[in-house]
């Protein structure tokens, strides 16, 4: 993709400002109904996903205790992995998003909350909530466009060391959530100079982000190997006890990473996803930044189950849209939203997990080599920015 | 034994690691949510109407719970349209009983969210959240020979507390009691049987019929009026008639009085936003949000996307109405009911005083 506003065929020509400032407002309307509605069904959704996720991983835990006999690794694997993924999608995200703050329960709140991913809460809350939800998409002020590591814009510099970019998302997708860290911390910045990295701020997340690892790390690979040797003694196989469930964890952190990876790359890397130049979001009205969400989200469609597992994150446009409502409410205000693309003209870009995922890794193949033709010029006369107020 | 303590310790620590980054009381939440000890809960065992518009819940308090004297209130935490609410009740049970439980009993209040929410919603099995019992509306030691208790609507709550616990330490009691009609006295009957055995003496006021007592008519009815350790439960105003008419006898001090104060809070277009740890007072124009007026008057603010989705620009309000800029929703604290709504300031605008614990 290239920025919306050095496109040759503008996307959103047809629409006038006072369009834009209406469909804000229809969008408002959508949010409104739902918070009408809001209540007793949304805290019993949360709830029993955080019941259900424990007593999975509990029952998981409890089956990887013999873990030396193969039947049961394989399900208490197969059980851990999907109590992290609902963990860090369903549970984590959403409520790290404020989307139950609303029931004033201090245990289900965005500034409580804390989640098994390497990031801690606070850090994660900055980078995700308030920088990537606010500048969505936007070269240069988004960082989740390639998220530091990779060129998913044309707009993005080439520099040789993109060419390992499929190489270098292969690996962040086996190890996402140190990826994330490392992104929320700035690794990259922060350690380019003597400066930066001496700077005492920076050092007390890093030691947090580090003791955070160091917990988790000691929790998967010593504690819980630790629980099966009694019955690999008593099998006489300890060793395999001990690396049965340090594999088994490996595994399902590993499934959980790939993933999350696999979901978020769906959220605004597939094509027809737009990005929008720096410039155009100076004095962006609400109108205009929903009008921003709306292009540059893409949601993956699928079943029920489906959507549970991505967090909702299947329905990245909704989520974009409102991503303070409870995330289990998009499903349902979907076909609004829809209707209204369909009505301004806007492209809903939506499709199976399967095309989503490909469409973006292709496009991280694409951009690894430099552009081939020269980027068009800035069209500053576009839109979210409109031409009057350019000139005002 | 210190080696034990310390092995103890340890051996929690790898509890905790095992749970982390959640704590293991998180787990323990899910599997049995009476045992978690730092989160108090209760289960409601029973429930019992009491009149049309009062129910008497039967509360078996978790762990953590410390008993409470002759009186006292507690507050619940109810979940309703799931949203917590805190409202605070009299506990009507007896002091000291056997198997650890306790009754409140709930009054209907006009549009009360709570009051009405545990009317018609609850039933045995469901878990409120508790407070410890509080409140300095206790019987006196040594115990009074003559007692008074002057109680209107659900102002006998907590009178019915004491009266369970300590009638038989208590000589001489007299109860005056007023509600609209003799249907509407909550414990009514088992009031009356006490009468008939002897044990007090009741007077009961029909005030839809009577019309209010007033303090000095009080005194035609109990002579030995100011003789009396006094305790007091009922509408404000009523309560103002009492503290003035013992001051002016010069028996304030033998004038006990509980005040259930339903703050009521009416949505108006700016305010005052008072930020209680430093004392600073910002004006809150209608239609500013916090946010941007405290920063303009100089006082630095935790703000992120300043739109209202990031969450990280919250701050506890203690009291007070907010309005939400974007959709006009209402967000209401009061401190009485002990809230601390945490509110987003970069799109709440003042709707009257407001207090933020900040």
Redesign the interface.
């Known amino acids: 993709m290239t920025t919306l506003q050095r496109k040759e065929v503008n996307p959103i020509a047809h629409l006038s400002p006072e369009d834009i400032e209406q469909l804000g407002r229809e969008l ?1 309307a959508i ?2 109904e739902v ?1 009408a509605v ?7 959704h949360i709830r029993r996903m ?2 259900v996720q ?2 999975l991983e ?1 029952g998981s ?1 409890a089956v990887l205790l013999f873990s030396v006999f193969p039947p049961a690794w394989v399900l208490g694997t197969i059980g851990l992995s999907i109590s992290k993924i609902l963990e860090n999608m369903e549970i984590g995200h959403n409520i790290l ?2 989307q139950y ?5 201090p ?1 289900i ?3 409580t909350w ?3 991913s390497a990031s801690p809460a606070e850090q994660w ?2 980078s995700h ?2 920088l990537h ?2 500048y969505t998409n936007v070269v240069g002020r988004d960082n989740d466009l390639g998220y530091g590591i990779m060129r998913v814009d044309e707009q993005q510099k080439w520099a040789p060391a993109h060419l390992g970019q499929p190489f270098y998302n292969f690996v962040n997708a086996c190890f996402f959530e140190y990826g994330i860290a490392a992104y929320d911390l700035e690794l990259g910045r922060n350690l380019r100079t003597r400066k930066r990295r001496n700077n005492p701020e920076f050092r007390a997340r890093a030691r947090q982000v580090l003791h ?1 690892i160091r ?2 790390v ?2 998967d690979y010593v ?2 190997p630790a ?1 099966a040797l009694p019955v690999g003694f008593a099998v006489g196989n300890p060793l395999g006890a001990l690396f049965g469930t340090m594999a088994a964890n490996f595994v399902a952190n590993l499934a959980r990473n790939l993933w999350s990876h696999s979901v978020i790359m769906c959220g605004h890397f597939p094509n027809g996803v737009e990005t929008f130049e720096r410039t155009s979001i100076t004095g962006e009205t ?1 109108g205009e ?1 929903y009008l921003r969400q709306m292009l540059g989200s893409a949601n993956i469609s699928g079943s029920k189950l489906m959507h549970i597992m991505t967090g909702n994150l299947s329905h990245q446009i909704e989520h974009h849209l409102f ?2 409502l409870p995330a289990s409410r998009y499903a349902e205000v979907a076909p609004k939203v829809r209707a209204l693309f369909e009505r301004y003209q806007l492209k809903y870009v939506t499709g199976p997990l399967v095309f989503q995922v490909a469409s973006a890794w292709a496009k991280v193949f694409r951009l690894a080599l430099p552009n081939r033709k020269p980027a068009r010029e800035i069209d500053h006369s576009i839109p979210p920015r409109h031409p009057a107020e350019v000139a005002a | 034994m210190p080696v034990n303590q310390t092995l103890r310790n340890g051996a929690w620590r790898v509890v905790e690691l095992i749970t982390t980054p959640v704590v293991p009381a998180d787990y323990l939440d899910v599997i049995a949510p009476l045992r978690n000890p730092t989160v108090l809960r209760a289960r409601i065992e029973a429930v019992r109407p009491e009149t049309a518009d009062a129910v008497t819940l039967e509360l078996r308090p978790g762990r953590g719970w410390e008993p409470h004297q002759p009186g006292q209130y507690v507050r619940l935490g109810v979940d309703v349209d799931g949203v917590r609410l805190w409202r605070a009740y009299s506990v009507t049970s007896a002091a000291g009983r056997r198997d650890g439980r306790f009754t409140v009993t709930v009054n209907a209040v006009q549009d009360g969210a709570v009051s009405g929410h545990l009317l018609r919603h609850a039933r045995k099995g469901m878990l409120v959240h508790l407070d410890l019992p509080a409140g300095d509306f206790v019987l006196t030691s040594p115990r009074p020979a003559k007692a008074l208790f002057v109680t209107a609507g659900s102002g006998i709550t907590p009178v019915m507390g004491m009266l369970r616990s300590a009638l038989p330490e208590l000589g001489d009691v007299i109860v005056v009691h007023s509600a609209k009609t003799p249907e509407d006295v909550v414990f009514g009957a088992e009031l009356r049987e006490l009468a008939a055995q002897g044990r007090i003496r009741l007077i009961e006021r029909h005030t839809r019929a009577d019309g209010r007592l007033k303090p000095a008519a009080l005194a035609d009815l109990v002579p030995d009026l100011f003789e009396r350790e006094t305790w007091a439960c009922g509408p404000g105003d009523m309560l103002d008639d009492l503290q003035e008419h013992w001051a002016d006898a010069g028996a304030a001090e033998r004038l006990h009085v509980e005040r259930f104060r339903p703050t009521v809070l009416v949505a108006g277009d700016g305010g005052t936003v008072t930020f209680e740890k430093s004392g600073q007072v910002v004006d809150v124009a209608a239609g500013a949000t916090v946010l941007d007026a405290a920063e303009a008057a100089g006082r630095l603010m935790r703000s992120g996307c300043r739109m209202g989705i990031c969450f990280k620009c919250v701050l506890p309000m203690r009291e007070g109405i907010v309005r939400d800029v974007r959709d006009g929703k209402l967000t209401t604290a009061t401190e009485v009911d002990g809230d601390n709504v945490l509110i987003q300031t970069c799109i709440s605008t003042a709707a009257g005083p407001c207090r933020l614990d900040a």
Request: a positive charge; glycine letters at 4%.
């Open positions: 408002d949010r409104d918070l809001r209540g007793e069904k949304d805290a019993r955080i019941a424990r007593r509990l835990r998003h404020g703050d609303f029931m004033r329960d245990k709140h965005s500034t804390e989640w098994d809350k900055h909530n308030e939800h606010k955070k917990r988790q000691t929790r504690v819980h629980l609400r930044w991503p303070d």
